[in-house]
């Protein structure tokens, strides 16, 4: 019983997760993640491929997660599927910690209880890269600094999932890998097993991808486009990622209590060099800068980034591999200190895990009953498509309609880039979509010039008087009328 007590109390700690997170299912979501589990519907259904019919600047493990849990759930509403997916979320990380246990003991449990509420104050269980990689990066940093708990089959699977999931953690990926290859060069068969775990997620990918155009998207848009568009000085914006600790005293919210105690431990220890090498310090730094690269800027933002996690969640690891794997004696105000999350927890909840009020915080989302939805998928014959602008990716999947191009989003800030707008508007140049969707009243959203002009092909059709408008193309015949469709 004493063995199973670290298993139970990690089992009760996601069966209380996945209580606290599910009243949020109705109502919190990112423009991320319906791209992520339309692209999955889309994917699963229609037989599309990244890339060539689904434009993304993201790398595509989410995606196919989002197409495998179709496949298998085959969710009808809008609800459901949101279920199936934030559930799978907290399924999937319960299977690593659990491993993560077994590999380094109970006192693991702290870690776990850390990351856990990190995550359901950042994420809620959305269904993001960030929050699928949180446990692979937790192993893959824990095996780097102390190789003997190495695993050849985990370390290749984490290894691979990081590579599908998140760029930013490349890096890691490589030191990784080449640390397990150093210190097996003379094992082939446990550098089998590695390289054989690795390339199980990356080859279950590749029917979903058109590796062409996804190179293109993914590595020449974001270059040529997302970071000119983002980072006005590299310079500058490198320096911010590595002062990362700094600009979290910023934040007066309740992260920078909690990351502020993980600051405190982790300096403290730091500052011992007799136990903790310059070049260690220095390797730890390196890893927690080019690991926030992608989102320390935005610490200032008193709204929830989920962008941020992958950086907190390095930290807290590192604060616990100093104190509870390294320090052999731990006196009685070391043990009060790591406690400081779960206080935190306990004094504000509804700090970690919305409430109802934090509806619209992030994205829209329009109701499968709502009369938008209900308007065009009564006059959804089967070739009807739509184009829905910037971010209601969702209506996709609500309606049943064809999209009408690979944009399922169009952000204000891709039409700032020449590449993404000029490949916008010729999707247009030879047929135009049935019913166009543009919401001006829920986002600070107006249309471009061009799109205007498109739009004096349409007629407009006020379906809903608090909301916007639905564009419907002067040729089409409203059959709903005519085919026994109220």
Known sequence: MKKLFPYLLTSLIFALVLNLTQPSYMYVNTHDEDDNIVSGFLMSRSGYKLGKDIFTHHLPGVYVMSESLDKIFSPETTDQSVLVH????????????????FIWGPPALWLIVTVELLRALFLFGLFHAENLVMYPLIYLLLTFFNSQKIRPLLTGLANGMVTILLAPLWPLVGLSLAQFGLLNKKKP?????????????????????????????????????????????????????????????????LLTKVVFMQLLVLFTFVLNFRKIKFS??????LLLGVIGFRSTPRLKNPSLDFHVLPWVIALATMCWYKYFSVKEKMGLVWWLLLLVPLLLFLKAPAEYFPIEGQQGKMVVRLDDDSPIVDYLKQRNDGGETLFALPAHTLLYQQTGLK??????FFLPWMERSP????????SFQ??????????????????????????????EVKVEESQPPIYVHSTFKDFSSTTGRP
Do not use: H
Request: charged fraction near 15%; glycine fraction near 2%; aromatic fraction near 22%.
């Open 86 to 101: 934030r559930s799978f979320v907290t399924l999937w990380n319960y299977f690593w910690a659990v491993l993560v246990v």
């Open 189 to 253: 068969a446990r550098l089998g097993w590695c390289v054989l775990s690795f390339l199980v997620p990356v080859i279950y990918l590749l029917p979903n991808v058109e590796i062409r155009e996804f190179l293109v998207q993914f590595f020449g848009y974001n270059t040529l486009t997302y970071v000119p568009l983002l980072i006005a000085n590299l310079w500058r914006y490198f320096l911010t990622a590595f002062l990362a600790p700094v600009m979290v005293l910023f934040d007066r919210s």
């Open 280 to 285: 260690k310090m220095l390797l730890w730094g």
């Open 403 to 408: 999209p009408f191009n690979k944009f399922l």
């Open 419 to 426: 590449i993404l707008y000029d490949d916008l508007l010729e």
């Open 430 to 459: 030879s047929d135009l979509p049935t019913f166009i969707f543009i919401d001006s009243i829920n986002f600070p959203y107006f249309p471009p010039e061009e799109i205007q002009n498109i739009l004096k092909n349409y007629r």
